[in-house]
């Protein structure tokens, strides 16, 4: 912390309320919700007296520092915000009234989340007990400058964490743009042209075939057992997958170029193209196409990937509860297909690089959110530090 400001105990600012009122049954009460990683106070729920066991209970007002027993540790305390006004605690929290005349009640906010008074509540009480004692809060200490300083301090704060929020939100409206961009440039590869042909997926695909029936066994026992799940953002780990006893494994075993659709969930529709596989076979909830010769599999695969063939799945779609695909609707799915392998090859070409140019904007805003959320703590501690 900064030598420009005192360093003052808490217990010289802030006085533990240990106040109690009794529950009425008859009564409605709000109780509070401790959120932790020093995230605020929130509404856990609001019940009759009736349904309160320990009728002793704590009430908290408005602008109250309130920290939890046994959370603290992990972040558990935080401001009481105006509509949680006279709702209550137990006994496993402890309030604090502010002095306002010395402490700002957002300086207090700000200022407990940061790493300084964060490892000071880490510091107290026993490092086999994770609980900390009213008494504990008292002895953390604040760096105190004036009144006027502190309303500057919070200002530049809340200036510079607003920035900060606003960044955070045009990041989180470029992942609708992402999606719009990869949709509008990879239909533009699919689009008919004279000379292709409009086939349907039967045309040029064995029959669909559904999974095996099977208990996953993590016991090195048969081959491996590919389920829906294993699948995760077009990537499987084959270390983790779990193996199964397959009496006629040669049906359902995988090759290299099959394509395997999630059957049902919030995944229906989605594919999977196998490129390097070990001795696996696919569970139930998979639908298994395998590509003739006249068309390359990961042409057919990028076609999925497409809206064009989205708006025919959402057609197919069977199920009034849960959705799902099945074979029969997967053979008629329409796709336009050039005559020569090199046609072919070519849109695959520029399918990768799109998808490769799609996932660096991704890789890059996933980066700056990083740098966002790493600018919070930062401001903070500079904050703290004089340094703003």
Known sequence: MSNKWPLVGLGKLIVHRNEFIVIQDDAKYKRCRV????????????VTGFEIRTKKQQVCRTNDFLVAE??????????IPTYLDGAIVSSHYFLYKIDQKKLLTKYLEFFTKTKYFQDQVLAQGSTNYAAIRPGHVLNYNIPLPSLPEQRKIIMQIQNLSKKVEESEKLNMDIVGEIDLLFNSQINKLFVFKSGWGNVKVSDICYPPQYGYTESATYERIGPKFLRITDIQNGDVSWDS?????????????????DILFARTGATTGKSFLIREVPEAVFASYLIRLRVKEDVLPEYLYFYFQTPDYWQQIHKNKEGTGQQNLNGTKLSDINVPVPVTKKEQQ???DQSKYLIKKIKEIQELRSQTISKCEALIPSILDKAFKGRL
Do not use: F, M, T, W
Not at 70 to 79: L, Q
């Open 35 to 46: 959120q932790v990683h020093a995230q605020g106070i929130v509404l856990r729920d609001e």
């Open 70 to 79: 046994i959370d603290a540790k992990v972040g558990g305390y935080g401001i």
């Open 241 to 257: 997958i779990p193996y199964c006893i397959c009496p006629n494994p040669d049906n359902y075993l995988l090759k290299p170029s």
């Open 346 to 348: 070519r849109i695959v």
